[in-house]
Structure formats: structure tokens, C-alpha cells
Nanobody, 120 residues
């Protein structure tokens, strides 16, 4: 049974920082590339940062230099450090495998996400 629990979101002023955490069930975490995704109102969910099992990272151009993804395999946790936040970063943030975990039924699994709001 897969489980992903995101936390750390909140309301922050432009230029501020937040650190998101995602606790993952062990069966998928240790052998999977992981990613942070976000979905803004009226927009499709998008991948913003990814990390493979060896620690190699990749970022969407809009967050390069501002966001840092990391993982602690011993704690089955993936993090997203977000600095210099902008109003356009406002979204619900989710973590998941890359590509997202899919049930045998064909449906993708998503956790509850954590809301990030950047506003003055």
C-alpha cells in the first residue's frame, strides 16, 4: 500500500522561503526516482523538481536556482527547499514517484498535497 504525506506548506510573502517534506511508504521510496509536482488553480499538475535514487536532480526552468530537492533514504523522506518565492509559485504541492505511482486499475495515486500561497 503506497502512502505519501506532504507537509510544510503555508502562507508566505514574496521573497520568503518554505521547506516542504514528504514522508513516503518504504515499498516505493528506496527504489524510485521521486519528484515534487504542483497544481495551480485552473492549471494542470506539473513536475517542478525531481531526484533519482543516486541524488541526481532536475528542475523546471522557472524554479532553477530557487528550489532545491533532496532526499533522505534512511527516513523515506523527500524535501523541497523553496527560496525567493514568487506569487506564481502559489499552488498545491504534491510529491510522487517519477512517473507518478499508478494502481493496477490505471488510476494514479496522489496524496493530499500541501498548499503554498505566496502573497503580500
Amino acid at each position: 500500500q503506497v502512502q505519501l504525506v506532504e507537509s510544510g506548506g503555508g502562507l508566505v510573502q514574496p521573497g520568503g522561503s518554505l521547506r516542504l517534506s514528504c514522508a513516503a511508504s518504504g515499498s516505493i521510496f528506496s527504489i524510485s526516482p521521486m519528484g515534487w509536482y504542483r497544481q495551480a488553480p485552473g492549471k494542470q499538475r506539473e513536475l517542478v523538481a525531481g531526484i533519482n535514487t543516486g541524488g541526481r536532480t532536475n528542475y523546471q526552468d522557472s524554479v532553477k536556482g530557487r528550489f532545491t530537492i533532496s532526499r533522505d533514504n534512511a527516513k523515506n523522506t523527500v524535501y523541497l527547499q523553496m527560496n525567493s518565492l514568487k506569487p506564481e509559485d502559489t499552488a498545491v504541492y504534491y510529491c510522487n514517484q517519477q512517473p507518478p505511482y499508478r494502481y493496477s486499475s490505471g488510476r494514479d495515486y496522489w496524496g493530499q498535497g500541501t498548499q503554498v500561497t505566496v502573497s503580500s
